[in-house]
Every structure is written in C-alpha cells, then in structure tokens.
C-alpha cells in the first residue's frame, strides 16, 4: 500500500493516542490511548481502501499513529502545563495530606516535602525530552500492536470471499 494512504490514518490514530495523554486523570491510561489510537489508524485505512488491507499495514499505519501521537502528546501537554500542573499540584498535596493524617507515625521531613508540592516546576529540556522519547517507544509497541488488531478486527471481505 502506499505511504501517502497511510498519512491520514496515522494521523488520526495519533490523535486518539495523543490527546487524551496529555490530559490529566485520563493519562494514566496511556496505553489503552495507544492501542485505540493503531486501532483507528487501521480502521481509516481500511475504510479509505476498496481492498481488504493487510495485517502488516495495520502494523504500519499503527506504528506511525503511535509515533504521531507521541509528539502531538508531548507538544500538547506544554501546551497546558500552565493550567494543569496547578490543579495536577493541588490533588497530589490533597491525596498526601489524607495518607499523613491518617498514619500516625510520619517521619518529620515528610512535611517538609510536601510543602514544596506546591512550587511550580520550571520548564525542563531534559524532562520533555525524556517524555518524548518514552511516548516514542511506548506508541511503537502498542501502536503496532494497535495497528494488528485494527487490521484483524476491520479488514473487509474481498469479493473472492464473499462468494
């Protein structure tokens, strides 16, 4: 199949994967995103196809899905660190606050580290990067794997098939 076929699909793959991993609460699914995102490369792929497509090019337009959504992941969590790391901050001190409050014997410098929950990180080069690389090798595996199972579940009867 042609690589050009395979933009579309990939892209809109890598939308399901990377939207909702930069979200905060539903990130933690991160691989869920990953392989939902292989499975909607390969179903627009293989809507976008008169034939029934092959297992190794849902694999590939996974692939490439999974790519995709790593960096469009990584570009929209900067996007909104601002307005999430605030509130991300806040339910991190609540929930602490709740697990010391109910163990009677907290070491002293526990405290302490709570109290610089709520400083703001500073952007970090290092840590963006690290993220990106990490959703990189994440959205290959998975997405691939993503990508198969769409491939599978989607692929169309060919007409000698049918008969």
Same mark, same amino acid.
């Given at each position: 199949?042609?690589?050009?076929?395979?933009?579309?699909?990939?892209?809109?793959? #890598?939308?399901? *994967?990377?939207?909702?991993?930069?979200?905060?609460?539903?990130?933690?699914?991160?691989?869920?995103?990953?392989? +939902?995102? @292989?499975?909607? &490369? &390969?179903?627009?792929?293989?809507?976008?196809?008169? /034939?029934?497509? +092959?297992?190794?090019?849902?694999?590939?337009? @996974?692939?490439?899905?999974?790519?995709?959504?790593?960096?469009? &992941?990584?570009? +929209?969590? $900067?996007? +909104?660190?601002?307005?999430?790391?605030?509130?991300?901050?806040? *339910?991190?001190? $609540?929930?602490? $606050?709740?697990?010391?409050?109910?163990?009677?014997?907290?070491?002293?410098?526990?405290? /302490?580290?709570?109290? %610089?929950?709520? $400083?703001?990180?500073? *952007?970090?080069?290092?840590?963006?990067?690290? %993220?990106?690389?990490?959703?990189?090798?994440?959205?290959?595996?998975?997405?691939?794997? @993503? #990508?198969?199972? #769409?491939?599978?579940?989607?692929?169309?009867?060919?007409?000698?098939? &049918?008969?």
């Amino acid at each position: 199949m042609k690589s050009n076929a395979m933009l579309m699909p990939a892209v809109w793959g #890598g939308l399901v *994967f990377g939207v909702p991993s930069s979200l905060p609460f539903v990130q933690f699914c991160c691989c869920l995103w990953v392989v +939902l995102g @292989g499975m909607m &490369a &390969a179903y627009v792929l293989q809507a976008n196809s008169s /034939e029934p497509i +092959l297992v190794g090019d849902g694999a590939l337009v @996974g692939f490439l899905a999974g790519l995709v959504g790593a960096v469009v &992941a990584v570009i +929209l969590s $900067q996007v +909104l660190s601002p307005w999430v790391e605030p509130i991300q901050r806040a *339910f991190t001190r $609540q929930m602490l $606050q709740r697990a010391i409050d109910m163990s009677p014997n907290v070491p002293p410098g526990v405290r /302490e580290a709570m109290d %610089n929950i709520d $400083q703001p990180t500073t *952007f970090s080069i290092v840590r963006t990067l690290f %993220n990106l690389v990490l959703l990189l090798v994440i959205g290959a595996i998975f997405g691939t794997l @993503g #990508g198969l199972l #769409g491939a599978v579940m989607f692929k169309k009867k060919s007409v000698a098939q &049918a008969t």
